[in-house]
């Protein structure tokens, strides 16, 4: 198993002093979630490829980037190019979606990729060999602040029993109302990277909200916390 990690969503942060407010955070986690919406596969706009170069040069911490974007193929590499970690991508907008995850790998980059809730895990039964992540939506998605649809906690399990099944090396994240009510259901399911916006950064002291996340979710591990493998 992975060890826990939190990526603390900056889509929560206060992006006229973003450098700081992932500076704030940077003690407690290795990874940094930047959401990139482009106003057409979801109705919301956030940052681009300039931000990320700007935010790439402000940090040692990972960079995490789900694309909610209909072209994954053109700004993933772009994004991979910035020196970002890891890129996430929704499949139902490629036509060939295992084709991209094998160039991006190319690239150097992890490749995700995300499940809308009522997309079911077959959907990517194929790619799931071949990936680094597998991104569970918690809710929809397109914009921070929503509340976690708890039915989509069968998802993460399915995910977990096909990684064990089949000796299949990939992260599970889950995304959109993660808070300390809520991830327990989503690790004692099998996630292990939890996506958090406003439960991090609305919090008067970022590093302890972080740390109080993993401290439930490590209650809640099947068989006890994971391991150290990062």
Known sequence: MYEFRVAPSILAADFARLGAEVDDVAPAVPVVHVDVMDGHYVPNITLGPPV????????DRQLDCHLMVTDPGTYAPI?????????????????????L?????????EVGVALKPAFPLEMIEE???????????????????QAFMPETVPKIAAAARWRQANDADYRIQVDG???????????????????????????????????????????????????ERS
Do not use: K, N, Q, Y
């Open 101 to 109: 995850v094998h160039r991006l790998h190319e690239l150097g980059g």
């Open 79 to 99: 994004l991979l190019g910035l020196g970002v970690d890891s890129v996430t991508f929704h499949p139902e907008v490629e036509d060939e979606p295992l084709a």
């Open 52 to 59: 990320v170069a700007s935010l790439r040069g402000a940090t």
């Open 177 to 227: 109302g993660i808070a300390l009510d809520t991830i327990e259901a989503a690790a004692a399911a099998g996630a292990d990277t939890f996506v958090a916006g406003s439960s991090v950064f609305g919090a008067d002291d970022r590093v302890a909200a972080v740390r109080a996340l993993l401290a439930r979710a490590r209650m809640a591990a099947p068989g006890g916390a994971p391991g």
């Open 127 to 145: 790619l799931l060999p071949h990936l680094d992540m597998v991104l569970v939506m918690t809710v929809e998605p397109g914009f921070g602040g």
